[in-house]
């Protein structure tokens, strides 16, 4: 069974593989994605998120979902001693580094609860995977080119986990160190493995705006492995990276 829906302005897919139909699973996953949505986006006027930059909600008037959120924010920008930010400039409340991960690992154990065990679930290049595609396989997962969104960089072979990455591709250059209030300029992609996608995908901007010094620190906080692009091409790596064979040459350690 497969799904593709737009949420949160990006297509996101589901690939199940079991036998039998499990609509009414991926139904409420998709469910729990779009409430996300209403919920956290700061382009909608009529979310919790925008009522907190008006400033029409004090903190003892939050959701439960908003405050697990900002806990989740914080506990990134202490480790990264304020590189990681839900601040933006002028210190309006943006969730973006936060919530698609958090949101779609919650799609992803929704699944899970429903039974349902060999799934790829992908929001727009970070993807959760359970079980197997067929026969014990691992999930093949790309990674695009920062450079050309046309071209795969590099294809992963995982189970049981998430893969996220931070990059410039259609947004450019758009993740801010909380540390100086300028967009991290030192990296132009970071790719992370971990056992969940809320945890990928927060390290995956968090090491990005630390920069090359992130990539030790991103498997001290939880990264299985950190693949990081420099502007002049090199390509950094720390932890085991899952490269599916055959590994591109530029992409082995000498």
Known sequence: ?????????????????????????????FDLLAAADLRFSSYRDDSEVSAVNRGLLAPDQYSADLREVLALGAGAQR??????????????????GVV???AVQKAADLLGQAGVRDFCFNAGGDVVVRGAP???????????????????????????????????YERGNHVTDGRTGLVAGEL????????????ADILATAVFALGTDG?????????????????DCRVLQAGT?????PVPTFLRRT
Do not use: Y
Not at 5 to 14: A, H, K, L, N
Not at 215 to 231: K, R, Y
Not at 241 to 245: M, N, S, T
């Open 134 to 168: 067929e026969n014990g396989a691992r999930w093949n997962v790309g990674v695009r080119s920062p450079w050309n969104a046309a071209e795969m960089l590099m294809v992963l072979a995982v189970t049981d986990g998430a893969v996220a990455t931070s990059g410039t």
């Open 1 to 29: 069974m497969r799904h593709v829906e737009t949420v949160m302005g990006i297509p996101m897919s589901v690939d199940i593989r079991d036998a039998g139909d499990h609509a009414d699973a991926v139904r409420a996953a």
């Open 215 to 231: 990539l030790a620190w991103g498997l001290e906080n939880g990264a299985d492995a950190v693949i990081a692009i420099t502007h």
């Open 241 to 245: 990276v899952p490269f599916a064979e």
């Open 79 to 96: 480790a990264s001693r304020g590189a990681f930010s839900l601040r933006l400039p002028g210190q309006k409340l943006d969730t973006d």
């Open 100 to 102: 698609k991960g958090w």
């Open 188 to 199: 132009v992609s970071v790719t992370v493995t971990a056992a969940d996608l809320c945890t």
